[in-house]
Structures are given as structure tokens and as C-alpha cells.
């Protein structure tokens, strides 16, 4: 690794770690980000690879929003069990929520308040859903 990549997880370093505490599942470091990414994400997928050789549970991919959908299923076809996407998650039901907040008569709309931000979080989960599962 270079010195720009030592926040990196190291695979000798997660082969040991996983084997001395037993843990369940390990969240890694590949260069993905919590949140949105504000430039394009150097997102070391062979590094993954190196340490799914090692490591025989399963991996985390911390920072999924935002991360290409490209990277996201060869992560996945490597190792990645588990896919962190709360932040976009988020943003669907937030964004949708301060939309129809914006609408004239939203105010007087108690009752179907949540309904659009609620099918727009519905809607990202289905197209995460096949994304993971590579249909």
C-alpha cells in the first residue's frame, strides 16, 4: 500500500482481526465514503478482492450511496455481503417529503403527508434490492 492508502484496510490485518475476535461480518475500507461523494471515488475493488481471499465472513460495504453501480456488483461478486446505503435512502424520502412540501395544499394534507416520500424510499430499496441481486 502507499502512504495515501494507510486508512486502508490492510488484509493480513482483517485475516487476523476476523480470526481473533470471531466476529460475524467485517465492514472494510476500500475507499468508499460515508454520505455522497463529493468527487469521483477511488474505490479500490482489487484491494477487496485481496482481502475476501483472506477473510472467510462476511464483508461490509460501508458508503454505498452514491458508489456506482458498477463497483457496487463487483464488490458484491467478491465478497460484499452487506450494503450500506442510508444516506441515499434518506435523501429519496427527504427530498420527495420537501417537493410535496412545496406543493400549495400540502399543509392541509395530514393524513398523505408521508405517502410520496415513503413510495420514493420504497422505490430506491427495489432498485437497490436488484442491483444487489444482479437483475
Known amino acids: 500500500m502507499t502512504n495515501e492508502d494507510v486508512h486502508l484496510t490492510n488484509p493480513d490485518q482483517a485475516f487476523e482481526f ?17 454520505g455522497f461523494y463529493k468527487s469521483k471515488p477511488n474505490i479500490r475493488l482489487g484491494l477487496l478482492e485481496k482481502i475476501a481471499q483472506k477473510v472467510a465472513i462476511p464483508l461490509v460495504l460501508h458508503g454505498g450511496s452514491g458508489t ?33 412540501h412545496d406543493e400549495q395544499d400540502f399543509r392541509y394534507n395530514v393524513p398523505g403527508v408521508f405517502t410520496k416520500p415513503r413510495a420514493a424510499a420504497m422505490k430506491l430499496v427495489e432498485q437497490k434490492i436488484r442491483l444487489f441481486a444482479g437483475l
Do not use: M, Q, Y
Not at 476476523?18 to 460515508?34: K, Q, R, S
Not at 458498477?70 to 420527495?96: H, M, P, Q, W, Y
Open 18 to 34: 476476523a480470526d481473533e475476535t470471531g466476529i460475524d461480518a467485517l465492514a472494510v475500507a476500500i475507499g468508499t465514503i460515508h
Open 68 to 100: 456506482p453501480d458498477t463497483d457496487v456488483r463487483k464488490a458484491i461478486s467478491v465478497g460484499i455481503a452487506k450494503v450500506n446505503i442510508c444516506t441515499e435512502l434518506v435523501a429519496a424520502f427527504a427530498d420527495t417529503f420537501v417537493n410535496e
